[in-house]
């Protein structure tokens, strides 16, 4: 939508420090994650697995010698966290299917203009007014535009992929959801107070953010509006049986969850305690050694298993 410049490479990083401003975070990592879930081989994912467990072999002599754990370490727990999650999307397909429903709102283009994985642009016909139309009303960062325009909301992006803006916006979003089930307008007016309280716990360069209060308020108001309408659903309330593909969305959006407490805590961590991920303990061992205050008790002697 002219916001800036998005790279494929933003939709298939695995690694933090994203700065795409073209889509200010909302399109990083997730779809290439899905794209992984969605082979149906298994040797993507099978790749993305032993990746990670390298990584977090590749620090066994920290851990041996009763190391604390490292910024390194923390972002390796992580990385082997997400191939779980990962793994749950490949198993199951209603989840990935939930996921994308839910993810579909945050493209910047529509599907005729997107590239394909390996950074092809397939190809597109024009579009029509009334399609044109439909796409703009169906969609976050078009909506935004419509209403503050291109460079007001270039501006946002741009603060947006560095202040993690739209996975807190996720994050927060899942809390409320899951704090005020049956509460709707409650779960809406918590989020918008989570995102612009200047004190809240957020990253360091949040309070960029801030200036830009209306347009917090509306992308709150929009992606209240689109989930359920994304996935179908009949009414409002029910957008609360979307907790956890939006607890997966995320997750997987979050250039660097090891710096995004609220990530962690509403969304990955309940994901590896009570989700139907089948995580491996030796994974949550290692998120057990690395962020031991948030799994008191857990990773102290099993931390380097494999």
């Not at 779980?84 to 199951?92: E, G, K, N, Q, Y």
């Not at 007001?152 to 741009?158: H, K």
């Not at 509306?218 to 992606?223: F, S």
């Amino acid at each position: 939508m002219g916001e800036g410049r998005h790279s494929v490479n933003c939709e298939n990083a695995t690694q933090p420090k994203c700065v795409c401003k073209g889509c200010g975070g909302a399109e990083h990592g997730w779809p290439g994650a899905v794209r992984i879930a969605s082979d149906p081989s298994g040797r993507k994912l099978t790749e993305l697995v032993r990746a990670a467990d390298k990584q977090w072999e590749e620090l066994a002599r920290i851990r041996d010698a009763g190391g604390e754990p490292t910024g390194k370490a923390r972002r390796a727990a992580i990385k082997g966290a997400l191939a779980a999650v990962t793994a749950w999307l490949h198993r199951d397909g209603d989840l990935r299917g939930q996921l994308e429903a839910i993810g579909e709102p945050l493209h910047r283009k529509p599907q005729d203009e997107r590239r394909d994985g390996g950074g092809r642009r397939p190809r597109r016909r024009p579009r029509t007014p009334e399609e044109e139309r439909e796409f703009v009303e169906a969609h976050v960062l078009p909506r935004l535009v419509k209403e503050f325009g291109t460079s007001r909301v270039a501006e946002f992006q741009a603060r947006a992929v560095e202040a993690h803006f739209w996975c807190e916006l996720f994050a927060q979003t899942v809390r409320a959801l899951d704090e005020y089930r049956g509460l709707y307008e409650r779960a809406k007016r918590f989020v918008v107070d989570a995102l612009t309280a200047g004190n809240a716990p957020h990253s360091p360069l949040w309070a960029s953010i801030l200036p830009y209060q209306h347009m917090v308020h509306w992308a709150v108001d929009l992606v209240f509006e689109l989930l359920p309408r994304a996935a179908g659903l009949p009414a409002t309330e029910d957008v609360f049986e979307l907790i956890w593909p939006t607890r997966v969305l995320a997750c997987l959006m979050c250039k660097d969850p090891s710096e995004h407490p609220a990530v962690r805590e509403y969304c990955l961590n309940p994901i590896l305690r009570w989700g139907q991920a089948r995580v491996r303990e030796e994974v949550r061992q290692r998120m057990g050694w690395t962020f031991p205050d948030e799994w008191p008790g857990l990773g102290s002697g099993e931390a380097g298993a494999a």
